[in-house]
């Protein structure tokens, strides 16, 4: 295991996603909810033997460093403005705790070579 707790994380989606990629109706596409669950994806995918894309597309989420590294089609967050966002959210329940607002942060689709 790493300082960050990212290879048992790898491991856990590349288990996940092996059980998933070995139904006889397998998906043609796996969104991940994070870069690192699509890199156990992709993990999965390769030790099947599955050509990616051609016969799953992997996406993760955020892209960070490592969805560049693996080439991985992924949703980039833009997060300054989230973490922004979020400190203003916690003052305004702070000063009003009742008060209820809905925010929309503006995501983008960064293709690259796994989908």
């Given amino acids: 295991m790493d ?3 990212f290879v048992p994380k790898v491991e856990s989606a590349r288990a996940a996603a092996k059980e998933l990629l070995s139904v006889g109706d397998r ?5 991940a909810s994070d870069d ?3 890199a156990g994806a992709l993990r999965a995918a390769h030790d099947l033997g599955l050509a990616i894309p051609g016969d799953v597309a992997v996406v993760g989420f955020d892209d960070g460093d490592l969805a560049e590294a693996l080439d991985l089609t992924t949703v980039r967050q833009p997060l300054e403005e989230s973490g922004r966002a979020a400190m203003e959210r916690l ?7 009742a008060t209820v607002r809905e925010v929309a942060l503006r995501l983008e689709l960064v ?3 796994t989908s």
């Fill in 3 to 5: 300082a960050l707790g």
């Fill in 27 to 31: 998906p043609t596409a796996v969104f």
């Fill in 36 to 38: 690192i669950l699509a």
């Fill in 91 to 97: 003052l305004q329940q702070l000063d009003k705790p």
């Fill in 111 to 113: 293709p690259r070579g």
